[in-house]
T-cell receptor, first 111, second 115 residues
Framework: GQQLNQSPQSMFIQEGEDVSMNCTSSSIFNTWLWYKQDPGEGPVLLIALYKAGELTSNGRLTAQFGITRKDSFLNISASIPSDVGIYFCAGQVQAGTALIFGKGTTLSVSS | DAMVIQNPRYQVTQFGKPVTLSCSQTLNHNVMYWYQQKSSQAPKLLFHYYDKDFNNEADTPDNFQSRRPNTSFCFLDIRSPGLGDAAMYLC??????????????FGPGTRLLVL
């Protein structure tokens, strides 16, 4: 099925560093969602984006809905150990269609 | 707090023995979804209910069925589990099907082990 291209696949960083990950698609999306998933748990919604160009923050997290509507990025500033996990982007092409997930970015933070 | 609840969190079943996973929500959302997630992969949509309307994904095996007796509850039935059905099963809800944007909220998941 259709998938998003999410990169990087994994990141190993030091505590305090900033992190950036992104997703791109060949299709135009009307919604971008960013989730974090801890081992053995369900994905937790971090940020939801609904408009092209929209820039939204949630604490140390910032995400943007690309102007072309084909991409989105997530930034994490001043990373801490509890940021460890898998981050998924998800997009929706149009109302009533299934969410399309990226393959995830695994983040490791060393203190 | 309003939330999506899944029970049990861990389920062990035998090869071929029917199993039912449950999901409940206090968000009063119209739409409920079931996903299958295997290790190191993204969630894969199995089906969803929009109110009482059932929508099956084309590649969902017939072995997987679902019931939604009311707004708050949704069940996933696996009629004859195979070893390949061992996975995390995630329930999610959304208020609507995307009018003005759709945000899905996930439960904690049920990890199914097939012996």
């Amino acid at each position: 099925g259709q998938q998003l291209n999410q990169s990087p696949q994994s990141m190993f960083i030091q505590e305090g560093e900033d992190v950036s990950m992104n997703c791109t698609s060949s299709s135009i999306f009307n919604t971008w969602l960013w989730y974090k998933q801890d081992p053995g748990e369900g994905p937790v919604l971090l940020i939801a984006l609904y408009k092209a160009g929209e820039l939204t923050s949630n604490g140390r997290l910032t995400a943007q809905f690309g102007i072309t509507r084909k991409d989105s990025f997530l930034n994490i500033s001043a990373s801490i150990p509890s940021d460890v996990g898998i981050y998924f982007c998800a997009g929706q092409v149009q109302a009533g269609t299934a969410l399309i997930f990226g393959k995830g970015t695994t983040l490791s933070v060393s203190s | 707090d309003a939330m999506v609840i899944q029970n049990p969190r861990y389920q062990v079943t035998q090869f071929g023995k029917p199993v039912t996973l449950s999901c409940s929500q206090t968000l009063n959302h119209n739409v409920m979804y079931w996903y299958q997630q295997k290790s190191s992969q993204a969630p894969k949509l199995l089906f969803h209910y929009y109110d009482k309307d059932f929508n099956n994904e084309a590649d969902t095996p017939d072995n997987f069925q679902s019931r939604r007796p009311n707004t708050s509850f949704c069940f996933l039935d696996i009629r004859s589990p195979g070893l390949g059905d061992a996975a995390m099963y995630l329930c999610a809800t959304s208020r609507d099907l995307g009018v003005g944007g759709e945000t899905q909220y996930f439960g904690p998941g049920t990890r199914l082990l097939v012996l």
